[in-house]
Each structure stands twice: as C-alpha cells, then as structure tokens.
C-alpha cells in the first residue's frame, strides 16, 4: 500500500461517540502518513438508505486501505468478502476489512483477537477452568469466542433473552468442535458465579444510560476475576465493587484498544503502538 497516506473508514449506525477514527488518523501520522478515517453512518446524511454492498463498492473505487465494520452488519459483511480469515469465518463476523491495492476485501475479527490480548495482559495468571459470561449480544458473541479459544474449558452465558445465550452457545460450540459453552437461565446465576473461576459482563449494564449490574455481587469472593467490555465510565460499579472486594479485574477499555491496535496492523503492515493508541483514546 501507499504509505505516504492511508485511507479508512467504519460503517456502522449510530458512529458518532466512536472513537475508534481518532485512533487510527493519530496512529497513522505518528507513523509518518497522512490518515484520514471517515464514519459511515447509515444513520447519518450520506449514507442512510444505502445498501452495506454499496458502501462496500463505494469504498473500493475510492481507493480505502481499509474498513471497519460494526453493528449492525458484522454478520452481513461476511458474504460480501474475497476472503474471510478463519476465525472471522468459524465465528461468522467481521469487524475489520483489509483492502488491497487491487481492490481485494480480506475480512478479520479484530474484536476477537482484542479481546484475547487484553485477557493475556491484564489477567495473566487467571484461572479459566469454568467462566460465567452475562450478556450475548453482538459483543458477548466475539467475548465468548475469545474466552473458549484462550484457556477457558467451559463457559456458561446467560442472557436475559435465553434464546440468545442458547443461540450463541450452539453457534461456537459448532464453530470450535466442542461442547464448552452452555446457554444458562440468568434468574439465579448468581449460584453459578458464585462457583466459577471468574465473570464477564458483555451487557450494557453499568453503563451511564444503564446504572447498577447485571447480577447481583453479592456473590463475588476475592478468588474471582472480574471482567467487563462497557468502557464508559471505565471504572463501572461492578468493577469498582469487584475491586474493592481485593478481585483482580478487567476494564473494557483493553478490547476497545485493542480491536484498533490489531486492526491498524491489519490495515497498515505496521505494528501500532498501543500505549499511544490508548493515549488517545483515553484523551477523547
Ligand atoms: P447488545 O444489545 O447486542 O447485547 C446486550 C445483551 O445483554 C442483550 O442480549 C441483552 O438481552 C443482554 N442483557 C442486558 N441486560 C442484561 C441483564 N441484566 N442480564 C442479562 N442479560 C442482559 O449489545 P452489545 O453490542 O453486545 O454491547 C454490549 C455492551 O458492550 C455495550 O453496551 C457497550 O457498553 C459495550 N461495548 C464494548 C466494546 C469494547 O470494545 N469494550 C465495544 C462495543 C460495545
């Protein structure tokens, strides 16, 4: 690719407090290319009313380096793509495109891969044997997959839609050739935290828009580890519960990070610099 500048984008609904774009253009320019990262917002002005295939087409002719894709077309992405890596495709979304010079679409799953670098780094010595994940939405697929793929030999998920966490569990159980993953009633899962190893929230519950925690803590104990992916605010109760309990714990902004980290190499070939990466990020 033409390093001397890059050009990338997200299409998604509803980007405006992204701040995966800002991450990018100052990774870009502390390597010494001009980078321009546009949202594409089916929600916003231009984009509304188009088809994904469209944006797609639209951002080949237009010479993009890459694409990030987010809700609510991270499935729909997938047919649409020269090539898809394996996990992207065992796991049935993308969230990231690389575009080549020639104009061919690779599709990878960032979230999964940024999800997993944060586990490693920031719970290192944590005990994975049996995990309970509350929440399988759009986020709580890639979480579940990562934890499965990264040392955790079985995961039970509860949502309160109990056709999704069943959905979910069926889905990577079939992608990764095992049974490690168990859809769970959320009404009482608290008995099943209270055994397990550890917890991630993957709802958005603790978020401003969304006060308090998906379970109650009561039945945490110091010897869990305690994760969740909502990053605004950072410190969110159940973590600040958690830590004040003495667990070790796992903020959502590492996944945020990063998806953008992974997917700057992807883009680029150049190897980003995380600590700037969450810099800015954290600047925003
Ligand atoms: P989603 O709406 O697709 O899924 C959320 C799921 O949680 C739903 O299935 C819902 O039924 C379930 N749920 C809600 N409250 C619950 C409760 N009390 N108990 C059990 N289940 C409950 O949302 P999503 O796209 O998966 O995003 C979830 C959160 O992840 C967002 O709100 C956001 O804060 C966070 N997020 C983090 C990152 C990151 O990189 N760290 C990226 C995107 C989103």
Redesign the pocket.
Known sequence: MNRDSILLGLIGEGLDLSRTPAMHEAEGLAHGAATVYRRIDTRGKRASGRELKTLLDAALALGFNGLNIT?PFKQAIVPLLDEVSEQAQQLGAVNTVVISPEGRTTGHNT?VT??ARGLEEGLPQAKMDTVVQ????????AVAYALVTHGVRELLV????ST?AEALAAEINKAIGREAVRGVD?RGIETSIAQADGVVN??????LA?PGT??DTACLTPAHWVAD????PIETELLATARALGCQTLD?????IY?AVDAFGLFTGLEADASRMRETFLSL
């Not at 509860?158 to 839609?161: G, M, N, Q, R, S």
């Not at 993957?202 to 978020?207: D, R």
């Open positions: 809700h979230d940024g999800f509350v929440g399988a939405g759009g986020v709580g697929n509860a949502d309160l839609d999704r959320a993957a709802t958005p519950m603790g978020m969304h998906a379970f992916v909502v990053y605004m959502g902004t590492r996944m945020a998806q």
